[in-house]
């Protein structure tokens, strides 16, 4: 599975939209971008996948470069409940390690009032 | 509809002791994987169970084991306790080997070795 890079922290003002960008520029085609996050002392909670499409949910939006070398997640309107430590992980779908999640540093998101 | 849930929260043990963590996954899911969180880092993939076999495997010793249940429950199992395995331990549940679904996570075990 390729490697990211993700910048250690970020703050970012209640109410703004927090965007958390990515790098893996050795993504291989049939790698799947998914984003995570861990709320303090709370097990890691999904957030979003994808391959090459952008995508939204009710959580936030993935932007995933032409290239596909680096992605940003998109949180619209943080609130001070999105603080938390965020993943961006990349991993082969449709293999026998589906439950196998290489997580790295991640980015801690400090929303502030 | 549970999540997945894991037991106990929080225990204490002695270097040398044998430790056992439960995890039942979200209901419909078949798969079971754990992982190790130290204090400070990303959770580390120890192991991942399907159909009662250990499918799946990290960079940990055989210290570490597990087992999965006809009911897709699971144990992690952890031998002769060193400092070092001081962590929280967390499964993370999800169905089928192969699709590109999200994995569902507990709230994890925290394990302190005295």
């Known amino acids: 599975d390729a490697k990211t890079t993700q910048p250690p922290s970020m703050d970012c003002a209640e109410g703004r939209a927090a965007n958390l960008p990515c790098n893996h520029s050795?993504?291989?085609?049939?790698?799947?971008v998914y984003w995570y996050r861990q709320i303090h002392s709370q097990g890691p909670q999904y957030i979003i996948h994808?391959?090459?499409n952008n995508e939204t949910n009710e959580m936030a939006s993935l932007i995933i470069t032409e290239d596909r070398k680096s992605s940003t997640l998109i949180l619209p309107h943080a609130t001070l409940r999105d603080t938390a430590v965020y993943y961006c992980?990349?991993?082969?779908?449709?293999?026998?390690?589906?439950?196998?999640?290489?997580f790295g540093q991640g980015t801690t998101l400090q929303v502030k009032p | 509809d549970a999540g997945v849930t894991q037991s106990p929260t929080h225990l204490i043990k002695t270097r040398g002791q044998q430790v056992t963590l439960r995890c039942s996954p979200k209901?419909?899911?078949?798969?079971v994987s754990w992982y190790q969180q130290a204090l400070g880092q990303g959770p580390q993939f120890i192991f991942q169970?399907?159909?009662?076999?250990?499918?799946q495997r990290g960079n940990f010793p055989d210290r570490f084991s597990g087992h999965q249940f006809p009911n897709y429950s699971s144990e992690l199992n952890v031998n002769a306790l060193l400092l070092g395995d001081s962590a929280l331990y967390l499964c993370?549940?999800?169905f089928g080997t192969g699709n590109t679904g999200e994995l569902f996570f507990g709230e994890g075990s925290r394990l302190t070795v005295l």
């Open positions: 050795t993504i291989s085609g049939n790698e799947y």
């Open positions: 209901s419909g899911h078949d798969t």
């Open positions: 993370a549940s999800s």
């Open positions: 994808g391959l090459k």
């Open positions: 992980i990349v991993r082969v779908a449709g293999s026998s390690n589906t439950g196998k999640l290489i």
């Open positions: 169970y399907y159909e009662e076999e250990e499918r």
